[in-house]
């Protein structure tokens, strides 16, 4: 049996599990116990070879949403060079167009930027300074600065964010990016009209979870 199931994982069938007879203390025999260790090896080769295949489709994702947003504003400064073009720096409408190309110009830059971070992080070359930060006041804070976009789409925001026990260790700065990324997101992509939930709640003992819905 443990000869059949080696055969079956090296072949990559790792969802062949060994017969293990078992007693009140574990593995009945030693080779009970080769054949468990055996089958304990499948479960992590198997584990691992999940996560790889999760990594990849996330990286392709990644590629994918990366070269949509990029071609967004890239497409509309084309766009609107090729008009100036046509109709001259003298046109009526040169200095909207050439605003235009200036906002997208720098939503441009945010997106690389923004890719340059995040190649920095799955690198591992981000510093992380932690320090004691009052999540509520964080969340306070990037509300305030986002409230113009809210309105624009319409959107209610429903703020349940506690006051007490809201405490935690992080890096401010990263802490604040992500937090800005989560509400960026909610008024980019929420449906005209939405009610977005913000909420702190208990996630452990020590751990405290961030709810945006």
């Known amino acids: 049996e443990v000869q059949k199931g080696v055969v079956e994982v090296k072949s990559g069938n790792l969802k062949y599990r060994i017969p293990v007879e078992m007693d009140e203390k574990g593995p009945k025999t030693e080779i009970d116990k080769l054949a468990a260790?055996?089958?304990?090896?499948?479960?992590?080769?198997?584990?691992?070879?999940?996560?790889?295949?999760?990594?990849?489709?996330?990286?392709?994702?990644?590629?994918?949403?990366?070269?949509?947003?990029?071609?967004?504003?890239?497409t509309s400064m084309?766009?609107?060079?090729?008009?100036?073009?046509?109709e001259g720096l003298d046109s009526e409408k040169a200095p909207e167009y050439l605003d235009i190309i200036e906002e997208k110009t720098r939503r441009l830059k945010d997106l690389t930027d923004n890719l340059f971070e995040a190649a920095k992080a799955s690198s591992g070359n981000v510093p992380c300074e932690l320090t004691s930060i009052d999540l509520?006041?964080?969340?306070?804070?990037?509300l305030v600065e986002m409230e113009d976009s809210f309105k624009k789409n319409n959107l209610t925001v429903i703020d349940n964010v506690r006051t007490e026990n809201t405490m935690v260790v992080a890096d401010g700065k990263l802490l604040a990016r992500v937090i800005e990324n989560i509400f960026g997101n909610a008024s980019k992509y929420a449906l005209e009209g939405s009610r977005f939930y913000i909420d702190i709640r208990d996630y452990s003992e020590d751990e405290v979870a961030l709810e945006a819905k």
């Open 78 to 86: 084309i766009s609107y060079v090729d008009i100036l073009k046509k």
């Open 136 to 142: 509520a006041t964080l969340l306070g804070q990037e």
């Open 37 to 74: 260790d055996v089958n304990t090896i499948s479960n992590a080769v198997d584990a691992a070879v999940k996560n790889e295949l999760k990594s990849q489709r996330m990286k392709v994702d990644l590629i994918s949403n990366v070269s949509h947003d990029l071609r967004t504003p890239l």
